[in-house]
């Protein structure tokens, strides 16, 4: 390495020359460009400038690149900047994990759609069949019954198969806001011990996560479920209508076996943060119904299924831009105002099981190792939770329901790992297929 040496890369120097030439008064855009500047070294500038091609994986993200991130690359080579939207390898998700709607589907359209994921789009025409949408029901509950004794043989709980299978599966990050849908679930509970008499539809809260070795916030969050999890338990006023389940070990044969049965996906992620997402493509295919932002891949998978067929909510990319850029964000003033929020406060405050989530609580209050509430979770709670009431009131019209599950599996094709394989090959490695033997 020549930089010990006193000496310059020589990448590094035409990197230098080239910014100068380029943008000869536009000093903060060359030091934002530069892939070392003050005193560090900017892998992500290094990467893009070392690359031949730069993908944002979605639509969404490949926007935020070319506009805001990367900006003075992007005006600088243009060409380089491309989408490929992720996508799933569904033969797995789909005819291995849910033997059952795969069978399902071959006798509806025939077996076309096992090579050509486009093909499930021929389900369209069953949306209205009371028959087919029957039994596709059925095989709903029958997967619900196989992950319910999964969970009776690893958590010890018997779950309700008529409850609504709402899942969070995914890495444990403060961006993909599991907070926020913990704090949702506290709502409900505060409003079950408010009024027992109100109506809630029956719930089971399925969450799948692994945090990272070091990351602290993350496992106290997980600690908080488990705990919230057990105070729901203990109450037999509360545990038949929510109930939440934390499996432990969350992994590729776990979510074989949680994405045939799940009803709700849930893709709450902060607008902007979550570059595609491709477990709101596996649970979409099998049938569940995205409880979405605006951010990654669920912008196209709204665009997919329409405004019908999805719930959206919360903030968009550049709500939650303006928020930042204003600088004038506060969440304490959320608490202070907002009865449903401080209600959660205070129940957290007291703890669960004599355990006491101070640093959680911070974090959304006052900070802790940054700024209150980065991800604007309470910013988005009322709109999550309006959203959650939409999810709950649908439930109500099965006949509905599984009409828009229907037209998620039938919307999915596009997500298929073979169409971005094949735009890679087009597009970017400019490489033949194979002629089919
Ligand atoms: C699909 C998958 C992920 C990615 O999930 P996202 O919701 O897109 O973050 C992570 N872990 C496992 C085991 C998966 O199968």
């Excluded at 890369?9 to 070392?36: D, H, S």
């Excluded at 776990?254 to 893709?267: D, F, T, Y």
């Amino acid at each position: 390495m020549l930089i010990g040496d006193g000496k310059i890369p020589t990448g590094l120097l035409r990197q230098n020359i080239n910014l100068m030439r380029t943008y000869p008064n536009e000093a903060e855009l060359r030091n934002q460009m530069a892939i070392i500047s003050n005193g560090q070294v900017h892998m992500a500038n290094l990467c893009v400038e070392a690359s031949h091609t730069v993908n944002g994986v979605s639509s969404l993200h490949s926007g935020i690149i070319r506009d805001d991130l990367f900006r003075g690359f992007a005006r600088m080579t243009p060409e380089k900047f491309t989408n490929v939207t992720n996508g799933i390898a569904y033969r797995r998700w789909l005819c291995q994990a849910n033997p059952q709607l795969d069978a399902l589907i071959e006798e509806l359209i025939g077996p076309g759609f096992r090579k050509d994921a486009d093909r499930l789009e021929d389900l369209m025409k069953y949306k209205d069949d009371a028959a087919v949408l029957e039994r596709l029901a059925q095989i709903k509950r029958e997967n619900k019954l196989r992950l319910g004794q999964y969970i009776k043989d690893h958590n010890g709980v018997t779950v309700n198969p008529d409850s609504i299978f709402d899942v969070q599966v995914k890495r444990l990050h403060e961006y993909k806001r599991q907070l926020l849908n913990l704090i949702h679930i506290m709502y409900l509970y505060n409003r079950i011990k408010e009024d027992p008499s109100v109506d809630i539809q029956p719930r089971t809260f399925i969450f799948g996560a692994k945090a990272a070795a070091g990351y602290y916030m993350a496992k106290e969050i997980i600690h908080l479920a488990h705990c919230l999890a057990a105070k729901l338990e203990a109450d037999p006023a509360v545990r038949d209508r929510i109930r939440i389940v934390f499996l432990e070990n969350y992994s590729v044969s776990l979510s074989e076996l949680i994405m045939p049965a799940a009803e709700v996906s849930e893709q709450i992620s902060l607008a902007g943060k979550e570059a595609s997402g491709t477990g709101n493509m596996k649970l979409m295919i099998n049938g569940a119904i995205t409880l979405g932002t605006e951010d990654g891949a669920n912008v196209e998978i709204h665009q997919a299924v329409g405004d019908d067929n999805i719930f959206i909510f919360g903030m968009k990319v550049d709500e939650v831009k303006r928020l930042m850029d204003e600088g004038s964000y506060s969440p304490f003033s959320i608490v202070q105002s907002d009865h449903n929020i401080s209600e959660v406060i205070r129940l957290m405050s007291q703890g669960f099981g004599g355990e006491q989530f101070r640093d959680v609580i911070s974090s959304l209050t006052t900070g802790y190792n940054g700024a209150a509430d980065s991800y604007f979770v309470l910013a988005d709670f009322n709109s999550y939770r309006q959203a959650q009431e939409r999810v709950a009131a649908t439930y109500l019209d099965q006949r509905k329901w599984n009409s828009m599950s229907l037209v998620n599996i039938a919307k999915a094709g596009m997500f298929s790992a073979d169409r971005a394989v094949r735009e890679y090959a087009e597009r970017i490695w400019n490489i033949q297929p194979l002629p089919e033997k």
